[in-house]
């Protein structure tokens, strides 16, 4: 009996996977403080009520995008948009291979991410945005101070890399998303400004940290390692770049 | 194995195990990698951080390296990022802008000249008026009518066409060849994404941004990056000449 019930939940969760995704969920708007300002220098930005994806784009959804629009395929695609390791882990520009369908796509490159959530009338995350998401665990909206879920992903940004499972295995977070962690690391719409910073208005410390990358020296939580690590992560990139675990998904 | 099974076991799994813990799946930095970014960080030194070549699928493993020249004084701008492929061309971007008369350009415009390219913006009193500065050095060095200098504004807003127009006339630029281009946002940050800048909106109206000029040739390859400012510019130069006196 009790494996029929279990067997039924998790049919039922199955079930609930197939249009995940596709699905978005509403973010309610609050205030933000980025992991590079200040508390005491009132850094905290505003971040409106948007819509993100519950999980990355997948491969599937990515092959059917690159068959509308051919400018895309790995074979078509202008260097400008995509380095050559772009769906490198394809079997060729149209065939999934032995990725798995529903594995999140990667080796894709900012501009490629960009265009694939603009084809569905959608648009990458902002900085703030994602990382106002992401700083929820399963039950707390802010859960960045805390070690236990700080330590959660710095384990995983320490692993080796090992064969991507499918999107949405995870449980979701407060906000009802999956996979921002533990995954794969996620292309943002502003990744080019990683590591600087400007809203802390004390002159003196915005020019020091406008021009300086240093500005992770005053970061907001030094305990937040593992935001830290994200915005260095983010600053090493180049929009063309295309990593194996290296994704995205899109707001709205 | 089906991913639909996939689901259903590791479903199963999780409600058997009441595990709440994601599977160690996904590629990572080293933590020895971690700990060294912490120590530059606290004890960033004047870095060369850009001008060196991270070969594609190698930037993961180069993660973690804020050590951004956190010596800089006020006049610093911020550090670009890598090079790109040297194959790419900056004609097939697409983005539109629009010069301070109004008109349509595209960077598929400059075909056959070779183009210095840099960003800017109006307002700027400290790093923008030397890296244009530096553009019309480069300009007058190399003294040829087939040379273009595009520069576009990060902040389309307060850089009207007006104002673009004056700027010009002030600073004496050769409308013929000196292109001043506002685009919309996203046009904005697909060209900087394009060259490797970095830039951010501050609150208070002004932008943190990286210094760089670019020389791309008639075909539109960067062939020269000039990073950073008050720095010689005898290569750009020279370059840029090798350019002009070469096929027409």
Same mark, same amino acid.
């Given at each position: 009996?009790?494996?029929?019930?279990?067997?039924?939940?998790?049919?039922?969760?199955? +079930? #609930?996977a197939?249009?995940?995704?596709?699905?978005?969920?509403?973010? *309610?708007?609050?205030?933000?403080?980025?992991?590079?300002?200040?508390?005491?220098?009132?850094?905290?930005?505003?971040?409106?009520?948007?819509?993100?994806?519950?999980?990355?784009?997948?491969? *599937?959804?990515?092959?059917?995008?690159?068959?509308?629009?051919?400018?895309?395929? &790995?074979?078509?695609?202008?260097?400008?948009?995509?380095?050559?390791g772009?769906?490198?882990?394809?079997?060729?520009?149209?065939?999934?291979?032995?990725? &798995?369908?529903?594995?999140?796509?990667?080796?894709?490159?900012?501009?490629?991410?960009?265009?694939?959530?603009?084809?569905?009338?959608? +648009?990458? !995350?902002?900085?703030?945005?994602w990382?106002?998401?992401?700083?929820?665990?399963?039950?707390?909206?802010?859960?960045?101070?805390?070690?236990?879920?700080?330590?959660?992903?710095?384990?995983w940004?320490?692993?080796?890399?090992?064969?991507?499972? /499918?999107?949405?295995?995870?449980?979701?977070?407060?906000?009802?998303?999956?996979?921002?962690?533990?995954?794969?690391?996620?292309?943002?719409?502003?990744f080019?400004?990683?590591m600087?910073?400007?809203?802390?208005?004390?002159?003196?410390?915005?020019?020091?940290?406008?021009?300086? #990358?240093? @500005?992770?020296?005053?970061?907001?939580? =030094?305990?937040?390692?593992?935001a830290?690590?994200?915005?260095?992560?983010?600053?090493?990139?180049?929009?063309?770049?295309?990593?194996?675990?290296?994704?995205?998904?899109?707001a709205? | 194995?089906?991913?639909?099974?996939?689901?259903?076991?590791?479903?199963?799994?999780?409600?058997?195990?009441?595990?709440?813990?994601?599977?160690?799946?996904?590629?990572?930095?080293?933590?020895?990698?971690?700990?060294? $970014?912490?120590?530059?960080a606290?004890? @960033?030194?004047?870095?060369?951080?850009?001008?060196?070549?991270?070969?594609?699928?190698?930037?993961?493993?180069?993660? $973690?390296? !804020?050590h951004?020249d956190? @010596?800089?004084?006020?006049?610093?701008?911020?550090?670009?990022?890598?090079?790109?492929?040297?194959? $790419?061309?900056?004609?097939?971007?697409?983005?539109?802008?629009?010069?301070?008369? /109004?008109?349509?350009?595209?960077?598929?415009?400059?075909?056959?000249?070779?183009?210095?390219?840099?960003?800017?913006?109006?307002?700027?009193?400290?790093?923008?008026?030397?890296?244009?500065?530096?553009?019309?050095?480069?300009?007058? $060095?190399?003294?040829?009518?087939?040379? +273009?200098?595009?520069?576009?504004?990060?902040?389309p807003?307060? /850089?009207?066409?007006?104002?673009?127009?004056?700027?010009?006339t002030?600073?004496?630029?050769?409308? @013929?060849?000196?292109?001043?281009?506002?685009?919309?946002?996203?046009?904005?940050?697909?060209?900087?994404?394009?060259?490797?800048?970095?830039?951010?909106?501050?609150?208070?109206? *002004?932008?943190a941004?990286?210094?760089l000029?670019v020389?791309?040739?008639? /075909?539109?390859?960067? =062939?020269e990056?000039?990073?950073?400012?008050? &720095?010689?510019?005898?290569?750009?130069i020279? &370059?840029? +000449?090798?350019?002009?006196?070469?096929?027409?």
């Open positions: 009996m009790a494996s029929l019930v279990l067997g039924t939940l998790a049919f039922a969760q199955e +079930r #609930g197939q249009d995940w995704p596709t699905r978005l969920v509403r973010i *309610e708007g609050d205030v933000h403080f980025p992991f590079y300002g200040r508390r005491d220098a009132s850094p905290a930005v505003r971040v409106e009520s948007f819509q993100l994806e519950v999980v990355p784009v997948t491969n *599937e959804q990515f092959l059917a995008f690159v068959r509308r629009d051919e400018r895309w395929r &790995r074979d078509r695609v202008a260097r400008l948009f995509a380095d050559q772009y769906l490198s882990h394809w079997a060729s520009p149209t065939e999934l291979g032995e990725a &798995r369908p529903r594995q999140p796509v990667t080796n894709v490159s900012w501009f490629a991410a960009r265009a694939y959530c603009d084809s569905i009338g959608r +648009r990458l !995350p902002t900085e703030h945005e990382e106002m998401v992401a700083k929820a665990d399963e039950t707390q909206r802010d859960a960045s101070r805390d070690p236990v879920f700080v330590q959660r992903i710095l384990r940004y320490s692993r080796p890399r090992g064969e991507l499972t /499918d999107v949405g295995l995870q449980p979701a977070n407060r906000h009802g998303v999956r996979d921002l962690h533990g995954l794969v690391w996620e292309w943002i719409l502003d080019n400004a990683a600087i910073a400007g809203d802390d208005r004390q002159r003196d410390d915005a020019r020091n940290e406008r021009f300086c #990358g240093g @500005a992770s020296v005053q970061a907001q939580d =030094v305990a937040d390692y593992a830290f690590m994200r915005y260095a992560y983010r600053s090493s990139l180049r929009a063309q770049y295309t990593v194996p675990n290296l994704g995205f998904r899109c709205r | 194995m089906s991913s639909r099974t996939n689901v259903w076991v590791l479903s199963l799994a999780l409600a058997l195990a009441g595990c709440d813990e994601p599977a160690p799946t996904a590629e990572a930095t080293e933590p020895a990698e971690h700990a060294e $970014a912490t120590e530059h606290e004890h @960033a030194e004047a870095t060369e951080h850009a001008g060196h070549v991270v070969e594609p699928h190698e930037h993961a493993e180069h993660a $973690a390296d !804020p951004a956190h @010596a800089a004084h006020d006049h610093e701008p911020l550090p670009v990022l890598e090079g790109a492929d040297p194959t $790419a061309t900056l004609h097939d971007l697409p983005t539109v802008f629009r010069d301070p008369e /109004d008109q349509e350009v595209s960077f598929r415009d400059f075909r056959g000249h070779p183009t210095l390219v840099a960003m800017f913006y109006g307002s700027c009193t400290t790093v923008c008026p030397l890296i244009l500065h530096d553009l019309a050095r480069i300009d007058e $060095a190399v003294g040829s009518d087939r040379l +273009r200098v595009a520069v576009a504004t990060f902040d807003e307060r /850089d009207t066409a007006e104002r673009l127009r004056a700027l010009r002030e600073r004496d630029m050769d409308a @013929a060849r000196w292109k001043l281009l506002r685009g919309d946002e996203d046009g904005t940050r697909d060209l900087a994404m394009s060259l490797g800048i970095q830039y951010r909106k501050l609150p208070d109206g *002004e932008f941004h990286s210094a000029i020389l791309l040739d008639g /075909d539109g390859h960067v =062939v990056r000039h990073e950073g400012l008050g &720095r010689p510019l005898d290569a750009v020279a &370059r840029a +000449r090798t350019l002009v006196g070469g096929s027409p």
